[in-house]
């Protein structure tokens, strides 16, 4: 609940301004006193037309005075007090002019002094109070230069300096005044935030105080009113919205940067379903909708990619223009299922949006929750997996264009699970990752692949993959390097290869951690170069020799921008002064292209396909046996 007390400027100035009145007024009823009894002084001490003058000017100060000391006992608007108490500066500066000019004498001067010094602190504003002592030095001007043109030095250096610090000391008691009229309304807020504070808290119970729409608590109750009201009889759905790299937001950007993010997201939610759905977020990038509507799969799916259109608009916070996405996963709310599976299902679904290219809406089919279930499957033989038996590598040659030979091999992990038979590694590997078992295979497959190195009498340079869980997890790292050193082999014939988007998770552990691995010799390449982010930034501070142009860019060969690309992704790394390998040269097309384009090396089935340890090793033989014999021939032919 909101404050009813007003927190306007006005409010405060008018707060201020009645703390100030008592004393406008006390300087009012002062001057009243004064010229009454002024008045009655000049009836004893001047007579004739001086004693006219006088007296008028004293009666008539006088009478004004104590009019406008009435009128403030009542509020009026401030440009109405400001002439009151103007007339009455004017008639106290007609007095002390009267005065003068009835007897010049140098002592009556004095009274332009105190006038200054009374006017700064009993007029109403400051503006006032300026005006009013501009007045009186103009006057006192006049005095100096008709009759004491010798003092107008010395005077106007007292009267300037009087009202100066005068004026001062009324600015710093009004600004005292106007804070305590302020503390004093703060104190009337705060008062009445207290007396309602039951129901601002019930409203926070269930608000989000980030974005301000309804939280997880609130989404539970709405649900159960869609679900037993009347809006399960014309059709309810329930619909699950994740945002699609908001991570990767808070990590480039902040997370305050990410609050605003949100909060952005949630004022085009709340725009776009207004009253027709109730919307909450519940939980990090994690919004809920409630939709009351009856219609087919078909025009909820519509509806609904339509409000996924509205989040993807490119969004400005803080000059800067952030992309981001969102998938959604939809299911019908139904009365007879339970409350648990209808969240389920809307959760299966928005699982397969993730896993199927994310910004898309996909509505629950029964063959979400097998897809789940599967993978449910495939996780439980992971945790069961004994990784030094089931888990087998094969390699994928890696050729530099300019030595014309095969310098390195990709290590790829292969599972043969006891229970479910092969596995792709497409599969496993990301749900290795999402349930935080990546680690046992990573150290797995380094394991072996240290002991085929060791195997072989001339070693071939292996190149190996880091998530990035792995990279941010000491405790790995440390393994890594303890069973490189204990294997005694050179660390430069591991590669260890991270992509962007694995770096970002947390890229100070990870860069603190790639440089311990850099360190001790092992090279490091950037994987899937040219589909992440891109921040040259981390390039440059980072101890990365390779960049791997991401496969994705040899698709499209016949496309002439293509080629363009290519050539400045190998640009980036020239600039860099890093490797530059192709991936996916998969025909003699390709190769063509990219020698063009001027990557170092390249890498595709063109040179190979996935093959084991002892086929690696017989190619690279053959490979050797074949550089040999052509250079024993160009020795002959030389000779």
Not at 371 to 383: I, M, P, W
């Amino acid at each position: 609940m909101t404050s009813t007390i007003p927190k306007s400027t006005a409010f405060i100035d008018a707060a201020a301004e009645q703390a100030y009145r008592p004393i406008v007024k006390a300087y009012l009823g002062a001057a009243a006193l004064y010229y009454a009894i002024m008045t009655f002084v000049h009836f004893w001490t001047i007579n004739g037309s001086n004693l006219v003058t006088m007296a008028t000017a004293s009666i008539t100060a006088c009478g004004v005075s104590i009019f406008a000391w009435r009128a403030l006992s009542r509020p009026l608007e401030l440009v109405k007090r400001e002439l009151l108490v103007g007339l009455v500066n004017l008639l106290v500066l007609a007095n002390v002019m009267a005065a003068m000019h009835i007897e010049h004498a140098q002592e009556n001067l004095l009274y332009f002094i105190m006038m200054v010094m009374g006017f700064a602190f009993v007029s109403v504003s400051m503006r006032q109070a300026f005006l009013s002592i501009v007045v009186v030095l103009g006057c006192l001007f006049l005095e100096l230069v008709q009759h004491y043109p010798e003092q107008l030095v010395v005077y106007s250096f007292i009267t300037v300096g009087a009202a100066f610090s005068t004026a001062t000391l009324s600015y710093s008691l009004r600004r005292s005044i106007r804070a305590g009229a302020m503390a004093r309304n703060e104190a009337e807020i705060k008062l009445e935030e207290a007396q309602n504070l039951g129901q601002k808290m019930r409203h926070l119970s269930l608000s989000d105080s980030l974005t301000g729409l309804p939280n997880r608590r609130a989404f539970f109750e709405a649900f159960n009113q869609y679900k037993k009201g009347t809006g399960s009889d014309n059709g309810s759905w329930l619909a699950l919205l994740d945002l699609d790299g908001f991570k990767a937001v808070n990590d480039m950007y902040g997370h305050i940067m990410g609050d605003e993010l949100l909060k952005a997201v949630a004022k085009r939610l709340q725009g776009y379903c207004g009253e027709e759905a109730h919307v909450s977020r519940t939980g990090g990038d994690e919004f809920s909708i409630l939709l009351l509507r009856d219609g087919s799969s078909e025009d909820i799916e519509l509806w609904l990619q339509k409000l996924l259109d509205v989040i993807g608009e490119i969004y400005e916070i803080d000059e800067r223009l952030i992309p981001v996405s969102g998938s959604i996963g939809c299911n019908r709310i139904v009365d007879d299922t339970m409350e648990t599976q209808t969240i389920r299902n809307a959760d299966f679904a928005l699982l397969h949006a993730k896993k199927h290219g994310k910004n898309r809406v996909v509505v629950f089919h029964d063959e979400h929750a097998k897809e789940a279930a599967e993978r449910f499957q495939v996780e439980q033989a992971l945790r069961a997996a004994d990784f030094d038996t089931e888990i087998n590598l094969v390699f994928q040659p890696q050729f530099d264009l300019g030595k014309n030979k095969i310098v390195r091999a990709e290590t790829l992990a292969r599972w043969e699970s006891p229970v479910l038979g092969k596995i792709g590694p497409d599969q496993f590997i990301k749900i290795a990752e999402e349930s935080g078992l990546i680690a046992r295979i990573t150290l797995t497959v380094v394991g072996k692949a240290l002991r085929v190195l060791k195997s072989w009498e001339d070693p071939i340079p292996l190149s190996i993959n880091l998530s990035s869980h792995d990279l941010i997890s000491d405790q790995v790292i440390d393994q890594i390097v303890r069973l490189v050193s204990e294997s005694g082999l050179n660390p430069s014939l591991i590669e260890f290869e991270v992509t962007e988007t694995a770096m970002m998770v947390d890229l100070e552990k990870a860069s603190t951690n790639l440089l311990q691995l850099s360190d001790i010799g092992h090279p490091v390449a950037l994987d899937d170069f040219g589909t992440g982010y891109c921040n040259f930034n981390y390039l440059r501070s980072l101890p990365i020799s390779k960049l791997k142009v991401d496969r994705s860019f040899m698709e499209n060969v016949g496309d002439p921008m293509t080629e363009k690309i290519l050539h400045s992704l190998a640009g980036i790394a020239k600039t860099l002064d890093v490797h530059c390998l192709l991936e996916g040269v998969e025909n003699e097309l390709e190769l063509i292209i990219a020698k063009r384009v001027g990557p170092q090396s390249v890498q595709g089935y063109l040179f190979g396909e996935p093959m084991n340890a002892t086929e690696l090793y017989l190619h690279v033989e053959a490979q050797n046996i074949m550089e040999n014999k052509g250079d024993r021939m160009s020795q002959v032919v030389g000779g």
